[in-house]
């Protein structure tokens, strides 16, 4: 029974700032890659922030410098906090888990067949 669990989304105007928050369970947390994807309208889903196997951070070049991807292992919970929104932040943000692969002793997260959450919507207003 694997939930994840997005929250903290709403509206605001451009510039403000929303914290989303992702509640984990149901699956060894800490042996899965984390991350938030997006996905607007009419469009694709497509990753904003995620860690990789290595710990190492991957941003959207659209949201690097305004968006933090952190994590509380502890907690099973994962966190986007997002700054000077821009309208084109707009999109239902998801929650994804991705499993691990191992080769050679090298590790990477595929991004594929991920556990998702239901997603929380922001809509960023000008």
């Known amino acids: 029974q694997v939930h994840l669990v997005e929250s903290g989304g709403g509206s605001v105007q451009a510039g403000g700032s929303l914290r989303l928050s992702c509640a984990a369970s149901?699956?060894?947390?800490?042996?899965?890659?984390m991350g938030w994807f997006r996905q607007a309208p009419g469009k694709d889903r497509d990753s904003v922030a995620r860690?990789?196997?290595?710990?190492?951070?991957r941003y959207d070049d659209a949201v690097k410098g305004r968006f933090t991807i952190s994590q509380d292992n502890a907690k099973n919970t994962l966190y986007l906090q997002m700054n000077s929104l821009k309208p084109e932040d707009t999109a239902m943000y998801y929650c994804?888990?991705?499993?691990?692969?191992?080769?050679?002793?090298?590790?990477?997260?595929?991004?594929?067949?991920?556990?998702w959450g239901q997603g929380t919507q922001v809509t960023v207003s000008s």
């Open positions: 994804a888990a991705s499993i691990v692969r191992v080769s050679y002793g090298i590790k990477w997260c595929p991004w594929e067949n991920n556990y």
């Open positions: 149901g699956f060894p947390y800490s042996s899965y890659c």
């Open positions: 860690f990789e196997s290595d710990g190492m951070i």
